[in-house]
């Protein structure tokens, strides 16, 4: 619905949209930086009590709060920022008119053969009966790519024709690929750290451990800036 950037970059400088678009990419920034404090410290806190190998502090059933964590921090982040400029609404000759969500970007970016390991975390998601609610969906699919590959997701997404059916041209993915390259490729830069830790995080740990409980209090996670000093329970 909005017009394409007409401000090509210059130098290294940013557009004036870029710069708008840069907040979304700095909220992504600070939730990882949180998750790398958070895993060093809950790694130390893990071997001297546990005495085990050092991959469980990547563990959402021995590290809890390193799950919940991800998913008041990074999900959030990453969700915003794919949900920028998403149209509401798309047309099919067959369903109707239906609306978009980022799940529903997630099933249209992951088609067999060329991304089969993305295409079978879907289906997998998919098939779980507790999820029923696309944002739970989504939010389960990116601790699977935490798994596995989260970048190679975006960068296929980047990629895929997917762009232009889903957003208005004004949005941080479609601009990703023209004027606002620069930012998506810092982004992938910001996300690159979590490759090198190893997670093992329950797809149902919002299911598990964050949904409302009518027979309990609901559990809280700390706020980003601080959850690196916050150790699991």
């Not at 979304?24 to 130390?44: D, M, N």
């Not at 969700?79 to 008119?97: C, E, F, V, W, Y």
């Not at 798994?147 to 762009?163: E, F, G, M, R, Y």
């Not at 750290?193 to 996670?221: A, C, K, M, Y």
């Amino acid at each position: 619905m909005g017009e394409d950037v007409k401000h090509p970059m210059r130098g290294l400088g940013l557009s004036s949209q870029c710069l708008q678009e840069k907040r979304l990419v700095s909220a992504v920034s600070v939730a990882v930086e949180a998750i790398l404090a958070h895993f060093s410290s809950s790694r130390t806190l893990v071997q001297k009590f546990l005495l085990v190998n050092k991959a469980l502090s990547g563990d959402s059933t021995i590290n809890p709060s390193l799950g919940r964590l991800v998913l008041h921090c990074l999900c959030p982040a990453l969700h915003n920022l794919l949900t920028d400029g998403l149209k509401p609404h798309q047309s099919d000759m067959i369903a109707g008119r239906r609306p978009n969500s980022t799940w529903g970007l997630v099933q249209a970016s992951t088609k067999p053969p060329k991304t089969q390991i993305l295409f079978n975390l879907q289906v997998r998601i998919g098939e779980l009966p507790e999820l029923r609610q696309s944002k739970h969906r989504f939010n389960a699919f990116l601790l699977g790519l935490l798994i596995k590959c989260l970048d190679l997701w975006l960068s296929h997404l980047q990629s895929c024709t997917v762009l232009e059916t889903y957003y208005h041209p004004t949005s941080f993915m479609r601009l990703s690929v023209g004027t606002c390259q620069p930012l998506f490729e810092e982004l992938l830069l910001v996300l690159q750290p979590l490759s090198l830790l190893t997670f093992n995080l329950d797809l149902l740990f919002q299911h598990h451990h964050l949904e409302p409980d009518v027979h309990g209090p609901e559990i809280r996670s700390p706020p980003c800036q601080d959850a690196g000093t916050q150790l699991s329970t």
